[in-house]
Nanobody, 121 residues
Framework: VQLQASGGGLVQAGGSLRLSCAASGRTLGRYVMGWFRQAPGKEREFVATINWNGGSTDYTDSVKGRFSISRDNAKNMVYLQMNSLKPEDTAVYYC???????????????WGQGTLVTVSS
């Protein structure tokens, strides 16, 4: 499956962005989908995961209550709604797909290219 992330940009602290991930090549509904991020000089970290039908989600503690992951299998799309953004959310954000539940980057099977989110203070 090929993944294409978009929607990044520059936003002031407290603002919102919605990231999108478009999938092609295979039906998205068979995969667990997730978002990771990587800040300069840091390792790639888990942000959120969603199961195949959207019934289960998981978030890293630092984004709980501010970010929301969702998916539209009919459109082969996954989204990350990011609200109340903070400067520490600045990173390149990557979407990923896997055949089973994952929180670790090593357990994702497919990756999209990143989209840069910059939050100014």
């Amino acid at each position: 499956v090929q993944l294409q992330a978009s929607g990044g940009g520059l936003v002031q602290a407290g603002g919102s962005l919605r990231l999108s991930c478009a999938a092609s090549g295979r039906t998205l509904g068979r995969y667990v989908m997730g978002w990771f991020r990587q800040a300069p000089g840091k390792e790639r970290e888990f942000v959120a995961t969603i199961n195949w039908n959207g019934g289960s989600t998981d978030y890293t503690d630092s984004v709980k209550g501010r970010f929301s992951i969702s998916r539209d299998n009919a459109k082969n799309m996954v989204y990350l709604q990011m609200n109340s953004l903070k400067p520490e959310d600045t990173a390149v954000y990557y979407c990923a797909a896997g055949s089973s539940w994952f929180r670790r980057a090593a357990n994702a099977d497919y990756w999209g290219q990143g989209t840069l989110v910059t939050v100014s203070s």
